[in-house]
T-cell receptor, first 117, second 111 residues
C-alpha cells in the first residue's frame, strides 16, 4: 500500500520565518505534488515535480519554493511565511502517466495544518 | 471561473439508499475524470475514475456516469453506508495536463 508521509500534522510559525514542509513517499513514484486546501477555494496546486531536481510551477507558486533532491522526498519551502499562507498543505504522489501526469491516481498524505501568526 | 462545479455543498442520505453526487464541467477538452473521498483530518483518497471514451465505470458499490454532451458526471453509491460519510471531490484533466478540482460535496449517510 502506498504511503505518503508528511512530517508534521500541525505547525505554528511566526510571520517572516522560513518554513520547511517535508513529504516522503515509499512507492518509487516519479511525480510528486504540493497542494493547499482552503475553505471555498478547494485544492490548489502550488508546485509539482516529475523527476529528481525537476519542478514545475502550479497555479499559486508565489511565496513558495520546492526541493527534490531524492526521488522519495519533496520539500515545500516558505521563504518568509505570511499570515495568508495559513492553510492545510497536502502532499501527493503518483506514477508517471503516459501523456498526462494525472491519469494515474494521486496518493495523498494526511496534510500539515500550518498556522502563521 | 470554476471549470469543475459541484453545485451541492452537502447531501444527506439514509443508510441503504442510493447517494448521487453530481459534477458539471465547462471545458470540452477534459478527457479524464476522477472522484476522491476525504475524511476529516486525512488526505483525499482516490475512489474511481473514468476516461472520456467511456460513459460508465463501476467498482463495487461505486459507479461513475459520464454524459459528455451535457458535460456532466455523477457518482452513484449503492447501497450507502455510514462509513461513506465524507467529502467527495470531483476532478478533471485534459491535454493541458492540469488537474482541476471541484469544491467538494459533503455526504452524510444517516443510520
Amino acid at each position: 500500500d502506498v504511503k505518503v508521509t508528511q512530517s508534521s500534522r500541525y505547525l505554528v510559525k511566526r510571520t517572516g520565518e522560513k518554513v520547511f514542509l517535508e513529504c516522503v513517499q515509499d512507492m518509487d513514484h516519479e511525480n510528486m505534488f504540493w497542494y493547499r486546501q482552503d475553505p471555498g477555494l478547494g485544492l490548489r496546486l502550488i508546485y509539482f515535480s516529475y523527476d529528481v531536481k525537476m519542478k514545475e510551477k502550479g497555479d499559486i507558486p508565489e511565496g513558495y519554493s520546492v526541493s527534490r533532491e531524492k526521488k522519495e522526498r519533496f520539500s515545500l519551502i516558505l521563504e518568509s511565511a505570511s499570515t495568508n499562507q495559513t492553510s492545510m498543505y497536502l502532499c501527493a504522489s503518483n506514477l508517471r502517466g503516459e501523456v498526462n501526469p494525472y491519469n494515474s491516481p494521486l496518493h495523498f498524505g494526511n496534510g500539515t495544518r500550518l498556522t502563521v501568526t | 471561473d470554476q471549470q469543475v462545479k459541484q453545485n451541492s455543498p452537502s447531501l444527506s442520505v439514509q443508510e441503504g439508499r442510493i447517494s448521487i453526487l453530481n459534477c458539471d464541467y465547462t471545458n470540452s477538452m477534459f478527457d479524464y475524470f476522477l472522484w476522491y473521498k476525504k475524511y476529516p483530518a486525512e488526505g483525499p483518497t482516490f475512489l474511481i475514475s473514468i476516461s472520456s471514451i467511456k460513459d460508465k465505470n463501476e467498482d463495487g458499490r461505486f459507479t461513475v456516469f459520464l454524459n459528455k454532451s451535457a458535460k456532466h458526471l455523477s457518482l452513484h453509491i449503492v447501497p450507502s453506508q455510514p462509513g461513506d460519510s465524507a467529502v467527495y471531490f470531483c476532478a478533471a484533466s485534459g491535454n493541458n495536463r492540469k488537474l482541476i478540482w471541484g469544491l467538494g460535496t459533503s455526504l452524510a449517510v444517516n443510520p
